[in-house]
């Protein structure tokens, strides 16, 4: 497979660094461990988003007054509203989860970036989305920009049952929800990857995404030119983002 497909350009793109002092418009709860936050301010004019992979850097306050920086996916951007939407997982602790938690109409937060896009064409016959309860939120905007001529398998881990909410797109889906790090790993092996062109996206646990990342390769022989597979945290690190490459 290695030899016979041939890679697509996948399109890099910087963007001039930009700082938005915003404040929090709407407040929302689409399951249990999940909380979407609205922030709108003037200055979200000309905010731009490329891919639905790209890395805002949000800057809050917090309990102690120290400043904090995490790393999260635009969700979605209303540039007429001048709104900008972004998807909190929340985990048993965490500064992040706390905020986000506690979080009200009227708080202030600042949001930086992104600094650059990695612009994966959609019109690949076939999309390979997987991750944990992080990458959801890079998942379901991908759902929503993929065509009607396009078929997307989604494999995601949420250990909540109550967090595996319906998933909407135009193209033909087929998701899977599991509970644990064994059984993501048992599923993704047992997938069957469909012939021809397709690209392979996941995001996750560092070690998770390692041994997924390997899986793919050895395992199902999917060429690394048609693959992005990234960890976005790690077990006992505070600040964590890494893209899994040879």
Same mark, same amino acid.
């Given at each position: 497979?290695? !030899?016979?497909?041939?890679?697509?350009?996948?399109?890099?793109?910087?963007?001039?660094?930009?700082?938005?002092?915003?404040?929090?418009?709407?407040?929302?709860?689409?399951?249990?461990?999940?909380?979407?936050?609205?922030? #709108?301010?003037?200055?979200?004019? *000309?905010?731009?988003?490329?891919?639905? !992979? !790209?890395?805002?850097?949000?800057?809050?306050?917090?309990? $102690?007054?120290? /400043?904090? +920086?995490?790393?999260?996916?635009?969700?979605?951007?209303?540039?007429? $509203?001048?709104?900008?939407?972004?998807?909190?997982?929340?985990?048993?602790?965490?500064?992040?989860? $706390?905020?986000?938690?506690?979080?009200?109409? *009227?708080?202030?937060?600042?949001?930086?970036?992104?600094?650059?896009?990695?612009?994966?064409?959609?019109?690949?016959?076939?999309?390979?989305?997987?991750?944990?309860?992080?990458?959801?939120? #890079?998942?379901?905007?991908?759902?929503?920009?993929? /065509?009607?001529?396009?078929? #997307?398998?989604?494999?995601?881990?949420?250990?909540?049952?109550?967090?595996?909410?319906?998933?909407?797109?135009? #193209?033909?889906?087929?998701?899977?929800?599991?509970?644990?790090?064994?059984?993501?790993?048992?599923?993704?092996?047992?997938?069957?990857?469909?012939?021809?062109? *397709?690209?392979?996206?996941?995001?996750?646990?560092?070690?998770?995404?390692?041994?997924?990342?390997?899986?793919?390769?050895?395992?199902? $022989?999917?060429?690394?030119?048609?693959? +992005?597979?990234?960890?976005?945290?790690?077990? *006992?690190?505070?600040?964590?983002?890494?893209?899994?490459? !040879?």
């Amino acid at each position: 497979m290695e !030899d016979t497909i041939a890679p697509r350009r996948v399109t890099r793109i910087r963007h001039e660094l930009h700082r938005r002092d915003t404040v929090v418009r709407r407040i929302t709860r689409p399951s249990p461990n999940f909380v979407a936050i609205t922030f #709108a301010d003037p200055s979200l004019a *000309g905010f731009v988003s490329s891919s639905f !992979d !790209d890395h805002v850097k949000f800057i809050f306050t917090d309990t $102690q007054g120290q /400043p904090v +920086r995490r790393d999260y996916t635009p969700l979605h951007h209303d540039a007429a $509203q001048g709104e900008l939407t972004i998807e909190f997982a929340l985990h048993d602790s965490g500064a992040a989860t $706390q905020w986000a938690r506690q979080a009200q109409v *009227g708080d202030r937060a600042v949001i930086a970036g992104p600094r650059g896009s990695m612009v994966i064409p959609a019109d690949y016959p076939w999309h390979l989305l997987a991750g944990d309860t992080t990458a959801l939120p #890079a998942i379901v905007r991908r759902l929503r920009e993929l /065509p009607a001529d396009v078929s #997307a398998r989604v494999l995601l881990l949420a250990e909540d049952a109550a967090d595996h909410r319906p998933l909407h797109s135009a #193209a033909r889906l087929d998701v899977s929800w599991v509970r644990s790090p064994e059984a993501f790993l048992a599923a993704a092996d047992a997938l069957q990857l469909p012939e021809g062109e *397709g690209f392979a996206w996941a995001a996750g646990e560092a070690s998770l995404m390692k041994r997924l990342r390997q899986l793919l390769v050895d395992g199902k $022989q999917h060429p690394r030119t048609a693959m +992005r597979v990234s960890a976005y945290w790690k077990q *006992g690190a505070q600040e964590f983002h890494e893209d899994l490459v !040879d």
